[in-house]
């Protein structure tokens, strides 16, 4: 039996449970620090944005994550960063390329240079509103202008300047690598193993990676070793099962593995949630519960 379908099994089992209030407030927190984000719980959370964190946490997680944070109205930011507050949830990454396609973390154009630490200085105040202590960043796209060692230098400088305006507030950076073959074609900064070398040249302790499962899958998998090897600059992980990029269980990633190991490491850091559900409805956001449950470490 495929692991996604013994999941749906035991969700189907189990659905009556999952959906009522007793079974909620007997829920115990998970192992690792997963993040959902909004839109993962939003049938069996229909009363919205806030209704979803109450949902989340009563189900175990203590942490969350949204990359659309900056886009969304003042007043809800600034309830959503009291009620986490309130509930003890640990909001995770926002990004920094909210409604700007055209970062560009490597090119040497002063304007595009600019761009980029006006848009981490606007993102600040975006992360000081909901106790956000990580700042997700896409370094852009390659510039064929430029020899790709070139262009690493590029990026070096800049997050080196960056750095400067998100210590004095202990927000960190968090560099994401994208793969090239199926989502991101062009992005300049691939993989896990360039995000460590970035890292290593800036030397700033608010200047870290992003380590996203689902895209190094992709990129080449490894993903234990290469999680010791770059170890030092991790800062944050992401899951996402391939093919898909669905929860754990729908694709071809050993997540109990992987997170045994993590969790082994003494990593204590927010695991994101980015990814999307395998199936719709309150039966398909349960199996998303159910799955982190499957794979979590000692549940």
Not at 74 to 98: F, H
Not at 141 to 162: G, H
Not at 197 to 208: M, Q, Y
Not at 242 to 261: L, S
């Amino acid at each position: 039996m495929e692991r996604r379908h013994f999941i749906s099994a035991v969700t189907a089992g189990s659905a009556d449970l999952l959906a009522g209030n007793a079974f909620a407030e007997s829920s115990p927190t998970f192992t690792l620090n997963y993040a959902p984000h909004f839109g993962m719980f939003k049938e069996s959370a229909p009363g919205g944005l806030l209704d979803e964190l109450r949902f989340a946490h009563d189900h175990g997680f203590r942490a969350w994550e949204d990359n659309g944070m900056g886009a969304r109205p003042l007043e809800d930011q600034k309830a959503i960063g009291d009620l986490m507050g309130k509930l003890g949830i640990t909001m995770g990454v926002v990004s920094a390329k909210t409604g700007i396609k055209s970062l560009n973390f490597s090119s040497k154009e002063k304007e595009a240079r600019q761009l980029v630490l006006d848009q981490i200085r606007d993102t600040v105040e975006v992360a000081k509103r909901v106790n956000a202590g990580y700042m997700t960043l896409v370094s852009g796209q390659v510039d064929p202008r430029w020899p790709r060692e070139i262009q690493f230098a590029n990026c070096i400088e800049l997050l080196r300047e960056a750095s400067e305006i998100v210590e004095p507030h202990n927000i960190t950076m968090v560099m994401e690598p994208l793969n090239r073959f199926t989502n991101h074609p062009g992005s300049f900064l691939q993989t896990v193993t360039e995000g460590f070398l970035i890292c290593e040249a800036v030397d700033h302790p608010n200047c870290k990676v992003l380590y996203d499962l689902y895209h190094q899958q992709i990129a080449g998998g490894n993903l234990i070793p290469l999680f010791d090897l770059c170890r030092d600059q991790i800062a944050y992980l992401q899951a996402g099962d391939n093919p898909g990029r669905k929860e754990p269980g729908t694709g071809e990633i050993n997540y109990a593995k992987v997170f045994d190991h993590v969790h082994a490491s003494g990593f204590d850091g927010i695991v994101g949630m980015e990814h999307g559900n395998f199936g719709k409805g309150v039966e398909g956001e349960n199996a998303v519960i159910e799955a982190y449950r499957a794979v979590d470490p000692e549940s």
